[in-house]
């Protein structure tokens, strides 16, 4: 089983809908979870990170942890189509970062 | 500030050779990662230096990559010798001495290397 695990898609949203990207982790001593947004031929940048149960909002990107579940979500709403790219789920655990494998987003005008 | 630095950006070389791939954390960062990421596959973990030390290569694919860092400064990956499968982009990320709350890890440009 996968550390981190995520629907590779790819996921297509018209614009100005909802982005929806979901995420599971193993190893229930993570403490901190982060989303990474890449393009194509560019490095991951940090998006949002999240380490309490809920819901984190930052503009137009919300993060959801349920640890109990073991799950991490982050919604884009109001999506655009410079939000196309690979969404990278990471969970911290024993101060390294692991990846999911990504989901591609496509937002379709 | 400067960001997370990686070099050469870009690297083919045929299969035999031998590659080093250098990066240059952000000053203080004592965490320095080494990640990969081949064509179509999840990025993974190859290993973890704090400071000079390297504290977890459990991803470290086989003996034919060797990671230093000297000083706890820069790192180095080297890839001798080099096989087809190595080809991908080698990603080298640095963050403050606690991950987590607060703090994040700051990616490199990454360096794509062609193994032909």
């Known amino acids: 089983q996968k550390e981190v695990e995520q629907n590779s898609g790819p996921l297509s949203v018209p614009e100005g809908a909802i982005a929806s990207l979901n995420c599971t982790y193993s190893?229930?001593?993570?403490?901190?979870f982060f989303w990474y947004r890449q393009y194509s031929g560019k490095s991951p940048e940090l998006i949002m990170f999240?380490?309490?149960?809920g819901d984190k909002e930052d503009g137009r990107f919300t993060a959801q942890l349920n640890k109990a579940s073991q799950y991490v979500s982050l919604l884009i709403r109001d999506s655009q189509p410079s939000d196309s790219a690979t969404y990278l789920c990471a969970s911290e655990g024993a101060s390294k970062i692991i990846f999911g494998s990504g989901t591609r987003l496509s937002i379709r005008p | 500030e400067a960001g997370v630095t990686q070099f050469p950006s870009h690297s083919v070389i045929e299969k035999g050779q031998t590659v080093t791939l250098r990066c240059d954390p952000i000053?203080?960062?004592?965490?320095l990662y080494w990640y990969r990421r081949v064509m179509g596959k999840e990025i993974k973990f190859l290993l973890h230096?704090?400071?000079?030390?390297?504290?977890?290569e459990s991803g470290m694919p086989n003996n034919r990559f060797l990671a230093e860092r000297t000083g706890g400064t820069y790192s180095t990956l080297k890839v001798q010798p080099a096989e087809l499968e190595d080809s991908g982009v080698y990603f080298c990320?640095?963050?403050?001495?606690?991950?987590?709350?607060?703090?994040?890890?700051?990616f490199g440009q990454g360096t794509r290397l062609t193994v032909v």
């Open positions: 999240i380490y309490s149960n």
């Open positions: 990320a640095s963050s403050p001495p606690y991950l987590g709350e607060d703090t994040e890890a700051f």
């Open positions: 000053s203080g960062h004592d965490n």
């Open positions: 230096f704090v400071k000079e030390s390297k504290q977890d």
């Open positions: 190893d229930r001593g993570s403490q901190s």
